[in-house]
């Protein structure tokens, strides 16, 4: 799978040299129309994420020059996919994959041979324009600000896989969420 499938643009945060914040360097990109089944999305928010900090500092290998940032959330501007168009409020998929292997069909994204986190092996979300499949869009809850859906995405995939892929939790079943606001309060008072 080619990571072109994902491609950053107008201004963009691009790791030149993992060397820490130095490396990266702001890079002005055109903004082409979307192909056919692609969408345009204006970032409202950006998240950096841990992965981020292994990029830019070369704990995580990538091929340079790349467009950090995994997370994101934003407008619709352009669209030439059905189902969506300009002014839809998006949180972003932050992985690329084929879609059409078995293991995209059964939501194992993962094991695609073409696997991709944004920011990582493909171009990222630190960036005005990001243009992207349109199954990278889930329709932002009204409920979340800019900066909560903006550094949602990647987080949330990472507990979903640790806790239904591999914990195997399933529907009915019980789970205990240590480290929730009752401990926050508490350290605030120590």
Known sequence: MSTTMVTSHGRCAVLEEPRGPSGIRMHKRAVPD??????????RASGLNHLDLWVVNGAQRVRTPRVIAADGAGEVVAS?????SAGDEVVLYPVAACWTCADCKAGRHIYCSGFAVLGEHADGNACEVVQLPARNLVRKPAALSWAEAGALPLAFLTAWRMLVSRGRLSA???LLVVGGPAERSVRRRC
Not at 80 to 84: D, L, M, Q
Request: aromatic residues 6%; charged residues 20%.
């Open 34 to 43: 979307p192909p056919p089944g692609k969408v345009n999305v204006r970032l």
């Open 80 to 84: 030439a996919a059905e189902g969506w």
């Open 172 to 174: 009915g079943e019980t």
